[in-house]
């Protein structure tokens, strides 16, 4: 390099080009999402907010290849995932997304290590190796200690780092997670908020996580705003981003 060119700009994990979600309901046709066009850089922690109904669930769903866009494209990774298949997209999901949920949905009857190598049994990993990876998981998130616990026998706080570990345990480029500080205290969230950063930080992970929570602004790169299916952009978005951190009492600070 002769010092004059600029530092590459990090990659796109995450191109989403002009996309529609429309779904019918009876004979009315929902709008979910207008012409959404965005980018997310590989290694970045993104928030999407927006009010109810807003499109922010379609939207994550379609970068998750849950759900396919009815106009656009979505490329995740460098695969454009319009073209899959249902099939193809449960096995492009298996082996590049972690989900997290609001309520956690871990299995009532299986252990902390049992819930977190469940995504493994997609592997061809034997049982051991299995084991192996979701004590790994499990220490991530600090919950070491916990390994033969069942859900009922966690904090809030505690079942949400368990369905982290879950969504790192393949070991996936992306984690999305709609709402994870939704059904937990300051203190959990804010103890959330923070392991996602670090995953980021510490294994490169990229995070797309919808929230309603002011207190995310602290942790992500970008935040984005949806209304009514459209993004928000220029003054619009700045003054949806200035709208939440004033309700948060002026910085985004925890109340
Ligand atoms: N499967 C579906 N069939 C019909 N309409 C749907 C479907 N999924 C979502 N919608 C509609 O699309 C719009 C956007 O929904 P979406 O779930 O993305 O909103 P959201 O921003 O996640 O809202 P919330 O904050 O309440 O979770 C809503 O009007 C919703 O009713
Ligand atoms: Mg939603």
Redesign the pocket.
């Known amino acids: 390099m002769d010092g004059t060119t600029p530092p590459p700009a990090a990659a796109p994990l995450i191109v989403i080009r002009d996309v529609s ?1 429309r ?3 009876g004979v009315d046709e ?4 207008e012409h959404v066009s965005l980018t997310i850089p590989a290694g970045h922690f993104v928030a999407l907010m ?12 379609l970068v998750s290849g849950i759900d396919r866009p009815s106009g656009g494209e979505v490329l995740v990774a460098g695969q454009r995932l319009n073209d899959l298949s249902e099939d193809e997209l449960a096995r492009w999901r298996a082996r590049h997304v972690g989900l997290i949920f609001q309520f956690f949905n871990l299995i009532p009857v299986l252990s902390a290590r049992d819930n977190v190598g469940l995504p493994l049994l997609l592997t061809a990993l034997d049982k051991a190796e299995r084991l192996r990876r979701a004590e790994t998981a499990l220490r991530v998130v600090g919950l070491e200690g916990r390994l033969d616990h069942y859900p009922r026998t966690l904090s809030g706080g505690e079942q949400q780092r368990v369905a982290i570990a879950r969504a790192i345990v393949t070991d996936p480029d992306l984690i999305v997670a ?2 994870p500080t939704g059904d937990l205290d300051a203190r959990n969230a804010e103890a959330t908020l923070d392991l996602l950063r670090q995953l980021k930080q510490h294994f490169g992970k990229t995070i797309v996580m ?1 929230t ?1 929570d002011p207190r995310g602004l602290r942790f992500v790169d970008e935040a984005y705003h ?1 209304d009514k ?1 459209v993004l928000l952009t220029g003054e619009e978005a700045l003054r949806a981003g200035e709208a939440i951190r004033l309700a948060a009492g002026g910085t985004g600070a925890p109340r």
């Open positions: 979600r779904y019918l309901r929902i709008h979910a999402l927006g009010p109810s109904g807003s499109g922010k669930s379609t939207l994550l769903n709609d709402e919808v309603h949806l299916g």
